[in-house]
Structure formats: structure tokens, C-alpha cells
Antibody
Framework: EVQVVESGGGLVQPGGSLRLSCAASGFTFSNFAMSWVRQAPGKGLEWVSGISGSGDSTYYGDSVKGRFTISRDNSKNTVHLQVNSLRAEDTAVYYC????????????WGQGTLVTVSS | QSVLTQPPSASGTPGQRVTISCSGSSSNIGSNYVSWYHQLPGTAPKLLIFRNDQRSSGVPDRFSASKSGTSASLAISGLRSEDETDYFCAAWDDSLSGWVFGGGTRLTVL
């Protein structure tokens, strides 16, 4: 059974940092791209960042470029998202998601971790 | 403002057939696969349809989907009360190098 579990969210002040983690199981992790998608309260989904199965390719949404960094550890089946210089508009539930194939939209999503940016 | 355009709401009575549209452009729907999801409040999205028209495991055949040009649609026939939730579409966008999503359609079963 495929499982994707996020952790690391919390309350942080503007300008602060967090490291979000995603632990995956139930599939050959290194064969699949993984991504982070966020959903602000009452809003739609926004793709944040993605990383290829090998980790060689990374992509970022315009709103987070230069502030967020995605990485993965295929030996531990984990993906991380380092989020820096946080702003109020980064407040959202952050979902980790597994691509169906290459960069096709995801087939599995985690339950999400809430990041709240507030003073 | 979502890249893919969906109607914010749709409705139908039990047993009816409803369709939800998803409009994009040549860089996303026009050149890549479309997926459809439903999402109950406070929960993670769940895959319904992948590769434009393929039902995910366990999804009843009351759900179907299609794609034509830069638009896609999801159809739900034999509407049931448990179908009342949010639905959204997604595709890879070649110009943005990322997934793009529809804003979601809230389906009400009257």
C-alpha cells in the first residue's frame, strides 16, 4: 500500500524558516518524481516544487523561487522542503504528492502539514 | 486565479448526470494528460481519473472523463448524495514547468 506522510509544519514568524519532510512507502521511491503542493485556507491548490526520481531535476513555482529548496534522500525514501523567508501568504496546508509517471499529475497525496506564518 | 478554469459550482438531483468542465491552454491540457480528483473538506485529494479518461482503481464506472483540444470534462452519472464534494482537474504545464490546477467545482446533490 502506498503511503505518503508529511511532517514539520507549525507556527512560524514572518521571515522564519521550516523544514518540511515527507516519508513515502509502498513503491519504488527512486522511480518517481515527488512534489509539494499547497492549499491556502479556502483557496485552490498551488504547485510549489517538484523533484525528479533521481533528484537531478528540480522545479519551483514562481512564488517560492529563491526561498524554498526541495531535496530527496532515496536511501531513506524521504523528500524535504526547506522553506525560508516565510511570508503570511505562505500560510497553507502543504501536501506531498507522488507523480503517477514522470511528471504526470499525482496519484497519491499525503494528508498534509499546516504551515502558519504569523507574528 | 487558477490556470485551469472550472465552474465554481454544479448541481444535480439523485440519478441525474452532471458534467464539470476544465478549460486550459495549449501548454497544459492541449499537450499533456489531465487528471481529476475529489476532495472532502479537510482531507487530501483523491485520484478519480488519470491520463484523460482512465478510472483509478476502485472508482465506479459512473465516473467518466474526456479531453478535446484544450478542454476536459468529468461526467458523473447516476448521481448519489455521497458524490457531493469538491472536484478539480490538474495537468502538467510545459511553459510553467509545473502542475496546474483548476480552482475546483463544488458539486451539490439537491
Amino acid at each position: 500500500e502506498v503511503q505518503v506522510v508529511e511532517s514539520g509544519g507549525g507556527l512560524v514568524q514572518p521571515g522564519g524558516s521550516l523544514r518540511l519532510s515527507c516519508a513515502a512507502s509502498g513503491f519504488t521511491f527512486s522511480n518517481f518524481a515527488m512534489s509539494w503542493v499547497r492549499q491556502a485556507p479556502g483557496k485552490g491548490l498551488e504547485w510549489v516544487s517538484g523533484i525528479s526520481g533521481s533528484g537531478d531535476s528540480t522545479y519551483y513555482g514562481d512564488s517560492v523561487k529563491g526561498r524554498f529548496t526541495i531535496s530527496r534522500d532515496n536511501s531513506k525514501n524521504t523528500v524535504h522542503l526547506q522553506v525560508n523567508s516565510l511570508r503570511a501568504e505562505d500560510t497553507a496546508v502543504y501536501y506531498c504528492a507522488k507523480s503517477f509517471f514522470r511528471w504526470e499529475p499525482p496519484d497519491y497525496w499525503g494528508q498534509g502539514t499546516l504551515v502558519t506564518v504569523s507574528s | 486565479q487558477s490556470v485551469l478554469t472550472q465552474p465554481p459550482s454544479a448541481s444535480g438531483t439523485p440519478g441525474q448526470r452532471v458534467t464539470i468542465s476544465c478549460s486550459g491552454s495549449s501548454s497544459n491540457i492541449g499537450s499533456n494528460y489531465v487528471s481529476w480528483y475529489h476532495q472532502l473538506p479537510g482531507t487530501a485529494p483523491k485520484l478519480l481519473i488519470f491520463r484523460n479518461d482512465q478510472r483509478s482503481s476502485g472508482v465506479p464506472d459512473r465516473f467518466s472523463a474526456s479531453k478535446s483540444g484544450t478542454s476536459a470534462s468529468l461526467a458523473i452519472s447516476g448521481l448519489r448524495s455521497e458524490d457531493e464534494t469538491d472536484y478539480f482537474c490538474a495537468a502538467w504545464d510545459d511553459s510553467l514547468s509545473g502542475w496546474v490546477f483548476g480552482g475546483g467545482t463544488r458539486l451539490t446533490v439537491l
